[in-house]
C-alpha cells in the first residue's frame, strides 16, 4: 500500500495520466528495486549509493534488453529517483548512461517490410475484432493504443471517407486532436464487429467476475487468503484486480497487451515471425502498421497529417476536413487490403480507352500512309 502510494504521488508530480504508461513505470521501478532487493519506501532515507546501485542495474539490463527498452528503463527509474530525490538529478551516472545509449542507437531492430499480400495472409488469421482493429490502424496511421480508447461518438462512419477524430485524450503526447480517414473494408470489419461487441464484453465480463463472497472461483482455484477475523490479506488471482467493467464504452474494450499478443500470434499462424538476432525482438512488430501506411498511401503529407505528426499540423490547417477528405478518397485504394475499389476498375477502363483512342489514330495514319503509298504507285506505272 506504501508503494502504491509513492507511485500515485510520483504520477501526479509528472503529470502521468496514461494507464498504460503507469503500468509501464510501475513495471519497470518495481524490478529495479526487486534487483537491488530493496523497497521504495526506504530507499531515500538510508544514506544510499544511487551512482553504485544505478549503475549495477544497467549493467544488469543491457546484456538482456535491446537498447530502445534499456532507454525506456533507464529514463522511468531516474524520472522516480530524481522525483523523489531532488539532489540525484546532477549524478554523472546520468550522463553516462546517456553517451552509452546513444552508441547503441545502431543496434534498433531491424523491422520486416509488411507488403499487401503479407498483411492479408497475417488478418486472415484474426477474429472480427483484432481484424476491426488492425485495418483501422493500417487505414487511418493511428496507433494501436489510439484505437483501443476510441468511443462511438468519435467513429462518423456514415461519411465518405469515413472519419474518425481521435480526441487529444487519447492521443501520444496528449496535445492536440487528429483527424483521420478509414477505408470502406475497415468500416465493413467495424460494423461486423459492433453487431458483437456487446455480447462478447458481457461474456469477458462474466468470465472475469468474482463475488465478493467467493474463496474460490468457478474451477476451484483460490482466489482469496483470509486471516482468522476474515479480513483480506491477498488476492490471488489477476482477474480479481484486472477484471472487465461492464460500462466500458470503448469501441474496442481491451488493453493494449492483450491485442499485442494477438498481433504476434497471427505473425506466427501466417508464417512471417521472425526475430532480430541482434536485439531478439520480433521484426514484423505491431507498429510496422504505421510505416505501412505512411509508405503506401500515395501521399506523404497527407499520411503525415493523418498520423498526428506535429510538424505539419500547421501547413495543413489550410485545409478544411472535407478537402483532407477528398484528397484521401483519391488515394485509399493505395492501401486496401482485400478489396479492390471501383477506381481501380474506373482507372484501368480510362487507360484501356486511352489505348484504343491512340490505336485508332495510328491505324487512321496508316491508312492515310497506305493510301500515299498507291497513289504514288499508280503514277510511276502511268509513266512506264
Not at 481491451?254 to 521472425?274: F, P, Q, S, T
Request: net charge positive.
Amino acid at each position: 500500500m506504501e508503494n502504491q502510494k509513492m507511485y500515485e504521488k510520483f504520477f501526479q508530480k509528472r503529470l502521468i495520466t496514461n494507464t498504460n504508461t503507469k503500468k509501464t513505470y510501475i513495471q519497470g521501478i518495481k524490478k529495479y528495486f526487486d534487483f537491488l532487493n530493496k523497497k521504495p519506501e526506504e530507499y531515500f532515507n538510508n544514506g544510499t549509493d544511487y551512482e553504485e546501485d544505478i549503475q549495477q542495474y544497467y549493467l544488469h539490463i543491457k546484456e538482456t534488453l535491446p537498447p530502445l527498452s534499456v532507454a525506456n528503463r533507464m529514463n522511468s527509474i531516474k524520472m522516480f529517483i530524481t522525483t523523489n530525490d531532488r539532489n540525484t538529478k546532477n549524478l554523472e551516472i546520468w550522463d553516462t548512461i546517456t553517451l552509452r545509449l546513444r552508441g547503441s542507437r545502431e543496434s534498433v531492430t531491424e523491422e520486416k517490410i509488411l507488403n499487401h499480400e503479407n498483411l492479408k495472409r497475417i488478418l486472415q488469421f484474426g477474429d472480427i475484432c483484432t481484424r476491426a482493429i488492425f485495418l483501422i490502424s493500417i487505414s487511418s496511421g493511428a496507433r494501436i493504443e489510439s484505437v483501443l480508447g476510441l468511443l462511438q461518438e468519435d467513429m462518423h462512419i456514415n461519411e465518405e471517407p469515413a472519419r474518425i477524430v481521435y480526441p487529444m485524450e487519447i492521443t501520444k503526447g496528449k496535445k492536440h486532436k487528429i483527424t483521420s480517414f478509414i477505408t470502406p473494408e475497415a468500416v465493413e470489419a467495424y460494423n461486423l464487429w459492433m453487431t458483437q461487441r456487446d455480447k462478447r464484453l458481457a461474456e469477458a465480463v462474466n468470465h472475469s467476475y468474482i463475488d465478493p463472497k467467493w474463496k474460490t472461483d468457478k474451477h476451484g482455484k483460490i482466489i482469496k487468503v483470509l486471516d482468522e477475523n476474515g479480513k483480506l490479506v491477498k488476492v490471488l488471482n489477476e482477474n480479481a484486480r484486472n477484471k472487465k467493467k461492464a460500462d466500458d464504452k470503448r469501441v474496442f474494450p481491451y488493453d493494449y497487451e492483450n491485442i499485442r499478443i494477438a498481433w504476434v500470434n497471427m505473425v506466427k499462424k501466417a508464417g512471417l515471425h521472425e526475430v532480430d538476432s541482434k536485439t531478439n525482438r520480433s521484426t514484423a512488430h505491431i507498429h510496422t502498421l504505421r510505416r505501412f501506411f505512411r509508405s503506401n498511401l500515395g501521399d506523404v503529407d497527407l499520411a503525415e497529417i493523418c498520423m498526428g505528426h506535429k510538424g505539419y499540423l500547421s501547413q495543413y490547417r489550410q485545409f478544411t476536413d472535407a478537402q483532407l477528405a477528398e484528397k484521401y478518397k483519391e488515394k485509399m485504394h493505395n492501401i486496401m487490403i482485400f478489396e479492390t475499389t471501383s477506381k481501380d476498375i474506373t482507372d484501368l477502363n480510362s487507360r484501356m480507352q486511352e489505348k484504343e483512342k491512340r490505336i485508332d489514330e495510328l491505324e487512321k495514319k496508316l491508312d492515310e500512309v497506305n493510301q500515299s503509298m498507291l497513289i504514288l504507285l499508280a503514277r510511276n506505272q502511268t509513266q512506264h
